[in-house]
Each structure stands twice: as C-alpha cells, then as structure tokens.
C-alpha cells in the first residue's frame, strides 16, 4: 500500500486532486467586482476554510489510489475490452421490476410533498420533467447518432412560438388579445398543436442539418450553436412577429373536451408534472424500441465506424438526419408544453439553456434513456434545492455544470447510469478499436 | 449607405476584423493541429482580455497620463494580456484535453469536454470578478482624429489596434513558416504519427499550439476591452464569429484565418448600417452557413501545412 502511493502516478494523482480541492474552495468562496479582482480569491483561499478543501483533496486522492490499484497493463486492458466487445448485449428481466418500482415512486412521491415545498413541485414540472423530455429528445442525437447539437434550445422555442401563434385563445380572453402580435386566422386546441409544432421544429432541424451533416458532424456543433443564438435574436428582436423580449402572455393552458371529459391543467404544477409523467414514459418505450430497430443499428453502426457503416449499405447522412430531425421534434413537442403554461419569454431559451440540456444528458449517460431522465431529476432538484436554500447563489449554478461536465468527460463519459453499448463504445476506442461518434474520420493524434 | 458613411464603416470593420483575425488565428492553429474545434478558446480570450486589463488599471495614475505612461500603460496590458491567455490555454490543454487524449477518447469528447470547459471558466470569472461590463478610463487621447479617408475619422487607438493585430499576425506567419518550431507544427499537422516517427516530440507542439493561439488571443482580447469592454461573458459571440472567419478562410490556414477575419469584420459592420443593429450577429452566422454550403474548404483552402 505504501509502494502503491509514492508511484509517479500517485504523485501527479495527488497533484491534481490538491488543485481540485483548491478549485472547489474557489467556486464555494465568495463573490468579488471588478474594482477588486483579486479580493474574492484571497478571501477564499487565505483563509482556514482552504485546510478543509486541500483535506477533501487528499481524501480523494486516498480513495482514488488504493480503489484503482496499479491497473492491468495496457495488452491485457486491450485484450479484456476486444474480448468485451465480442459478447452479446444481454437484457434481464429484473430490469422491468426496477422500472416499475421507479416509476411507483414518480407517480406518489410527489403527493406525499409536504406544503411548505412547492418550490419543488415546481421544479418538479418546470424543471426536472420538462428538461427530461428534452433531455431524451436530445440523447438521440448525442447518444444515437454520436452528434453535437448546441442550440438544442432553439427547437424548444419554436414549438413554444408555434403554440402561442397556432393555439385556441378562447372568449374568456378580453376580444382581440392574441399570446403574440402574430396570430393564426384559426385556433387549435393545445393537443392538436403538438404535432403541428413537433413537424416545424423538425422541419427546422432538416433544413439545418442537412447542408451541415453533408460535411462534417463537428461543424454541426457551430452551426447549431450559431442557429441557437438567431433563433434567441429572432424572438427578443422582432417585436411584430413575437413581442420582442417581453414574450407571451396570456397562452391558454391545455384542455380537453372529449367524451363528456372536461378538464383544464391549471396553474397548478402537479398536474402538469403528472401530464409530462405520462409523455415521459411513452417516449422512453418508444425511443427505447427506436433504439433497437433497424434505425437505431444503422445508427450504432454509424458510430462505432462511418466507413464500414457507408460500405455496407447505410445510407449514413440520411440516418443521421434523421437522429437530429427527431432529436427536433421531441422539443418543439415539450416547448409546446413549456408555453401553455401561461407565459414565456426569450429569456428561457438561452444558450445556457442548450448546455444544461446536455449536461443532463452527459450527467445521466449519453444514450442511456434511464439515466437522461434520472440525470434531469437529480441535477435540477438539487439545483432548486441548493438555491431555495440558498447555498448556491442562483448565477453561480453553471460553474457546477461546467465542471460537472468536464469532470464527466474526464472521469467518468459514460454517465451516471450508463448505456451498455455507448459505454463499451467508448472504450472500444480508447483502446484503438472503432469509434464512438459520427464527426467524421478524424485523423488526428492518436 | 453615402460614401462617408462607407468609409467609416469600413475603418470599424477594419479595427473589429483584426481582432477577429487574431482570436480566429487560435481555433485553426488548433484545428491544424489536432483536427478539433476549440470551443472554449473564446473564453482565453475573455480571461486574457481580463488579465491586461486589470494590469492596465492597476497602473492607471490619478491624473491623465502622460504620453510616455500612456504607451507604457499599453504595453503592459498587452503583454499582461497575451500572458493571461497563453496561461489560460496551457490550464485548458492540461485540465480538459490532455487527460482526454492520454486515453484516446472520441472527439465528441473534446467537444464537449471544451464546452464544459467553457461554461466553467466564464461563469467562473462572473464570480470571481463581478458580473458587469469592465472598462478602461481613456490611457491616452484615443479619440484623437490621426487622419481622414475621405471624411471618414481613422482614431489613435484604431490605428494601434489594427498596427498591434497585423504585427502579430506577421509574426505567427512568419513563426509558422520558417521557424524549426513552425516546422514541427506543420509536420504534426500534416501527420502526427509520422511527425513523432521523425523525432518530433507531439506532445510538446500541442501545448505549444495552444499556448501560442492563447498568446494571440490574451493581446486581442487586451485590445477588445480597451475599444470596447470587458465582461465575464465577453467572448462568446467575438469567440464564434472568429472561429467563422477561420472556417471562412480555410480551417488551419493561417493566412486563410486572416483573411476571413477582415472580411467577417467588415461585412458585420456594413450590415450594421444596412439590415441593422440587431441583426448583426445573425449576420455572422449566416455568413457561416452560406460558406460551408458554397465553399466547405474556405477561400484559401483547408491545410495548415500547405499554407504556410
């Protein structure tokens, strides 16, 4: 044991594990102004607080040291992943109990949340379950098809417009009040929206993707980003068509008439929550049936490796367009969702927003359906939790998120909960085996 | 658009092409390189920009400064600059790359380890050094009208930024193309396997690549705040219009990068007049789309080695 911490790997570990603890003194410390940029670092370094942080970084290095060994040499490590990769993929059946007891405890958990907390049925909707559903839409371009979308955001807002500008207003709004400038001479009902809106957010994806994806997959990254950003200008800048960045108002929730039933989600979150719940699980059967069809092959295909893929037949842009056209559809759909609920502005679709899409989606497990949704229910309860308690001040969330994702990519890529095929992928090629993405052969360092 | 109007729009697009120039100069360094979009290079470029200007203001005198303090004030926030950009990309390489490509990781990790990397360090510098606009009281008198282009206004600081960004441009050409450290650059560009079977050491020109485009950036960015300001999310749009003007150029053409650079600066300033100020940066993107669709390899063509 004692061999095993003064190696030279040991010592560069306790390095990097003592500037972690430095970091994270860093990002817990206080807030500083320009006119005294240094104050807030000397404040949270030179201070006692900083033993306890280098401690939590010994610690880890303790734990990281003596839980990982020496580590196989790097034949065997090659010959183990090879010979990995040559068994099949086997699903239990224990699985299905799992889910259904997770999904027991998503349905009646949150009635048994005392009053005090409405802050988290709140965060429950508008947080945990709406960024899930985006979280799944956005796994099948990043998990499936081995893409990057960063303006995911953007697809989530035309739905949200689509809504405002396609959905029944109704006589209880004051005559001639529309949710923005621009109205459709006909009014829909919210539910006959959603495909409405889930065709035009795909539309858009086809239409960017297409001249893209013919390319490269790592230019779609910029481009998407860059589609993200006009989509935001579009909305805050055209006042006639979207009033501007005051938003919309006045978006009548859904509501169904059918059969006698008459119901109105309201305000109200858990109801909203409960309607998202039921979505949520359609769309995991059904992206978890995708997965497995001849798209969903065609689509592994593509990312374990392009050439041998386009070989044998695949026609791989096409298969790819497809991924991001889908990966669209499914947040124009929650952006439907998102605008019933009374109002929006610009605000939320940010590129912060993007990121935290796939932070989720990285958190939970790039391809892995289960992990997304319990990577979007972890990270943005406790992030409600953390701020309505005010540990974490509200703007200083996305330096966790960043370095949540960082530390993911470093530590740990395949996720929380991971997909066993992506995980394998991964490394598969890391050892020089295939690939694990569809942004071209790269013939970079090796 | 009357013919001053023209003219002036042209010396903004000028001054902001060359600082585009300079930071578009890191991405396809990078690119060249390693094959991989830099994503958080906009924020060396913020962090560089932060470091000389902290620098500059520290050294600020009372009263207004004379002209001597004055260019001594510029030239430390420059230099100050382009040290905190080279420091923040050589943090970068070694905290989100590095421990990425000792394992052999896919690209999609880089891209998205760098966006963490990204959204970490900007939000990082909010905390640490406020989140408002950051600037720097007038060094010198640098508004001062040098000369006229047809009625059209070319200031003192106009003139350093587009004097200071052609310099380094020159000078990374140059570095590039005749150095024995321009060579390995290349030679690792064109082939890394290759390039270490002929004794160059790899690692070494990667972190050297990055630290230069970081070198580069830090002084642009040190010339963005003394124009413009300074804040912690500073270098997302400057940060994605330049890695345009290098696809725009030709990807790991450092002459290409350039090129891309004045032009991007000069069709965002005239659309500022012509579609308005609101639009521009939809401009940029446009203009990005409309190149890969058109012209995928750039006006000068893709590769570092050939350029050169």
Known sequence: MKQLLTTDVARRRLGACLFLGIVLALITGSTGTANHPFHAARESLIAVRVIWFLLIGVALWVVWTLGTGPGASSVTRARRAVTNAVQPITRSKARYGGYVVLLAIAIFVPRTLPASSSYLQQALFSGAAIYALLGLGLNVVVGYAGLLDLGFIAFYAIGAYVTAYLVYTGKELHSGHTPIPWHAPFHLNGFFVLPIAAAAAALAGVILGGPTLRLRGDYLAIVTLGFGEIVQLLAINANGVTNGSQGAFGVPPLRIHLAGIHYTWSLDPLPEYYLLLGIIVVVMIAFSRLERSRTGRAWAAIREDEIAAAASGVPTTRYKLLAFAIGASTSGFAGVIFATYQFFNPQSFSFQASILVLTIVIFGGMGSIFGVVVGATLLQLLTAYLQHANVVPAEDSPIFFGAIVMAMMVFRPQGLIPSRRRSREIRLAEEGVGGADALGAAEGVS | ?308
Do not use: C
Not at chain 2, 20 to 33: P, Q
Not at chain 2, 120 to 129: D, H, I, P, T
Not at chain 2, 203 to 225: D, H, K, N, P, S
Not at chain 2, 250 to 268: D, F, T, Y
């Open chain 2, 1 to 308: 658009m009357s013919g001053q109007e023209f003219w002036n729009f042209t010396v903004v697009g000028l001054v902001s092409g060359s600082i585009y120039a300079v930071i578009a100069l890191g991405y396809t360094l990078v690119y060249g390189v390693l094959q991989l979009i830099n994503f958080a290079h906009s924020e060396v470029f913020m962090l560089g920009s932060m470091g000389g200007l902290f620098m500059a203001r520290a050294l600020l005198p009372a009263g207004s400064p004379s002209v001597v303090q004055s260019v001594g004030i510029m030239v430390a926030g420059l230099v100050v600059g382009a040290l905190s950009g080279g420091a923040a990309a050589f943090a970068l390489e070694r905290t989100a790359y590095r421990p990425l490509r000792r394992r052999g990781a896919p690209k999609l990790a880089y891209l998205i380890s760098a966006i963490g990397a990204s959204l970490f360090a900007s939000n990082l510098a909010g905390k640490e050094f406020g989140r408002q606009d950051i600037s720097l009281s007038p060094v010198f008198d640098y508004n001062h009208v040098v000369f006229t282009i047809f009625g059209a206004a070319v200031r003192a600081l106009d003139l350093v930024i587009i004097g200071v960004g052609l310099l380094m441009l020159l000078f990374l050409d140059r570095l590039v193309a005749v150095t024995r450290l321009g060579q390995s650059i290349r030679a690792v560009a064109q082939d890394a396997e290759t390039a270490s079977l002929m004794g160059v050491n790899v690692e070494r020109v990667i972190i050297t690549t990055f630290v230069l485009g970081g070198l580069l950036a830090g002084a642009g960015g040190f010339l963005y705040a003394a124009k413009f300001s300074a804040s912690y999310n500073m270098g997302f749009l400057p940060g994605i219009t330049a890695f345009s003007a290098a696809v725009l150029g030709g990807i790991g053409n450092v002459r290409g990068a350039v090129l891309g650079g004045l032009l991007l600066g000069l069709v965002k300033s005239y659309s500022t007049k012509l579609i308005g100020a609101g639009y521009v940066d939809v401009v940029g993107f446009l203009a990005l789309v409309l190149v890969l669709l058109i012209r995928p390899s750039g006006l000068l063509g893709e590769r570092l080695g050939r350029a050169a």
